[in-house]
């Protein structure tokens, strides 16, 4: 009686040991993937707002340049045939660009032109003096701003750039508007939310509509009065979300518990426009996850020590048997001599030993192959934490928490945040940027089955630039010549790499049809292509020309000797820290 109770006291122990270990090494793993999760998330949000806002970054500049836009602003009554025209030019710029709107304001503020001059909600006659944007521009600077817009009623982020006189004078401003709803639209998670917040913590983006234009935490009177003045959110009162979010500012991951939701909370800035992203993601993911996996463990352990007691009690009632037998069977016998006695000895032990045999059949039949892993990853790991082998414990236990799960038919879900860029012009690996253009545009190379011939050298590595401007202007230049030489029957590129006078020149050649000498003067221009219908907007090599400007570099264009075109990238050549 006291064996029996010592053996359930050793297996319970060893029952309540396992399930605390599998709680532990679960809920670690399962709060880690959610961690990875959420951060994963909240790189992708951000890399996708920032592309969708700075693709639209050089289009009011662009815009700002058209000669109508300045003889309308420099004229001080401007015939309506010509705003007119200038508004159907707006119109056309908008639907190509798919932005929300594009309009052209006067010094003074009030808007000459828009895309939408022929709607109910048009800005024509609107004066928008007190937007920041507006202000920027007017100093020189690039506008931008996010707003609620006090006309459209509709939220949007806006780019604005100075329309100068010959003498260099800001006499107007160029505005584009960019809808920020399309990130709302298109968010997919289940188990997970987001809202973007400006620096006083007001949520003018989200994934739940019952956020928006709410605050973190309440406003101060004076924050609430500074954005009735700048009119950001057209003079609405913003109050703070209904529970109990206690967001702690300073952190990057944290928990929080809203009375209503318990969610995994990171945040993401992004500093160069003053957002703050938030991806909220279910934290009761872990706890399910635990409860699963605990659950399942705790069944096959009972399951486990239930066979076990069956094979201890039919050894204990065999044995127990055996013995009353062999008495039985000595006491009638012992008349006899002892070779009889040990004949009768080794047929009753043969017995035994089949007895057992046959037993042990029937186990092996009922246990699967899981189970005898998990008992011998269980044992092995209590004997090396006994001996204090820890990390191979620990690897034995998570051997059991991948079994447990392959029985529960738990899937998991591993991912993995543009990145983006400010135009910090730094000592670049101009080697590695083509590397990893070329492995952008590999696909496309390999589809079409093109010939790439490189050279280049050492002395060429680096360069002064914008890495990710770089790798941009590359790009753009490696997919034209690739749609250059589609129609010929051996389809070749040339990327060269030569050094010169404190400058490296990268040329990417083609064997296509070169460019026509009516084109070629039109080349870097804005909405200028020779492509088909639905093939380009005619913005690639306008906005490399000039992203290699702000990098105080230069992209030029002409036709090979041999045939095809040549577009050759110069940049300044890195002198100091270089590795």
């Not at 309009?103 to 001059?117: I, V």
């Not at 009162?237 to 967001?247: D, F, M, Q, S, V």
Request: some cysteine; hydrophobic content about 45%.
């Amino acid at each position: 009686m006291h064996s029996r109770a010592v053996a359930f006291g050793l297996a319970t122990l060893f029952a309540l040991l396992t399930l605390l270990t599998v709680y532990y090494a679960v809920r670690q793993s399962a709060e880690q993937r959610l961690q990875q999760e959420t951060v994963a998330l909240s790189q992708q949000l951000v890399g996708q707002l920032t592309a969708e806002l700075e693709k639209h970054r050089y289009l009011p500049e662009l815009l700002a340049q058209n000669p109508a836009a300045r003889a309308l602003l420099e004229s001080p009554s401007p015939a309506p045939a010509a705003v007119m025209a200038f508004n159907q030019t707006l119109e056309t710029a908008n639907r190509i660009a798919s932005t929300a709107d594009i309009y052209l304001m006067r010094a003074d503020g009030l808007t000459l032109a828009a895309s939408n001059w022929n709607t109910r909600a048009s800005f024509i006659g609107g004066n928008f003096a007190f937007r920041q944007y507006f202000q920027q521009a007017m100093r020189g600077q690039v506008g931008r701003y996010y707003a609620l817009g006090t006309t459209s009623k509709k939220r949007g982020y806006y780019f604005a750039h100075a329309v100068n006189d010959s003498a260099g004078k800001p006499i107007g401003v160029m505005v584009v508007k960019v809808d920020i709803n399309t990130q709302e639209a298109q968010w997919k998670q289940e188990n997970a939310d987001f809202m973007v917040t400006d620096r006083a913590g007001v949520v003018f983006m989200s994934s739940n509509s019952d956020w928006r234009l709410r605050a973190l935490q309440p406003l101060s009177a004076a924050t609430q009065d500074a954005l009735y003045q700048n009119q950001r959110y057209d003079k609405l009162p913003i109050e703070p979300l209904a529970g109990h979010w206690r967001i702690n500012p300073t952190l990057e991951l944290q928990r929080l518990n809203t009375g209503q939701q318990h969610y995994l909370v990171h945040k993401r800035a992004m500093d160069f426009i003053d957002w703050d992203v938030y991806i909220l993601t279910d934290w009761g993911s872990v706890t399910r996850t635990v409860l699963i996996t605990v659950s399942v463990t705790a069944f096959m352990l009972l399951l486990s020590l239930l066979l076990l007691y069956v094979l201890w009690k039919n050894q204990r009632q065999r044995r127990d048997y055996e013995q009353k037998a062999r008495e039985e069977l000595e006491a009638k016998v012992a008349e006899r001599t002892r070779e009889l006695q040990r004949t009768q000895e080794e047929l009753v032990q043969a017995a035994k030993m089949a007895a057992l045999g046959q037993l042990s059949a029937g186990i092996n039949h009922e246990l699967n192959n899981p189970l005898a892993a998990i008992r011998a990853y269980a044992d092995n790991a209590t004997q090396f934490l006994d001996i204090g082998k820890l990390e191979i414990a620990r690897n034995n236990l998570l051997e059991i928490v991948a079994l447990t799960e392959r029985m529960a038919t738990i899937t998991r879900q591993l991912k993995t945040f543009s990145r983006k860029s400010a135009g910090q012009i730094e000592t670049c690996d101009l080697h590695w940027a083509l590397d990893s253009a070329l492995n952008i545009v590999q696909p496309k190379l390999a589809q079409i089955r093109i010939v790439l011939e490189q050279q280049r050298a050492e002395h060429t590595r680096y360069v002064q630039a914008d890495l990710v401007w770089l790798e941009q202007i590359l790009v753009n230049l490696l997919s034209n010549a690739a749609d250059a030489v589609q129609e010929q029957a051996e389809q070749r590129v040339w990327i060269t790499l030569q050094a010169t006078a404190g400058q490296v020149n990268v040329s990417v050649r083609d064997n296509g049809a070169g460019i026509s000498s009516d084109a070629m003067p039109h080349v870097f221009e804005a909405f200028f292509t020779t492509k088909t219908i639905g093939k380009g907007l005619g913005l690639g090599l306008s906005i490399s020309y000039r992203l290699a400007r702000d990098m105080n570099g230069q992209l030029s264009v002409a036709n090979a000797a041999r045939g095809g075109a040549i577009f050759t990238l110069t940049l300044q050549q890195a002198t100091d820290g270089v590795p």
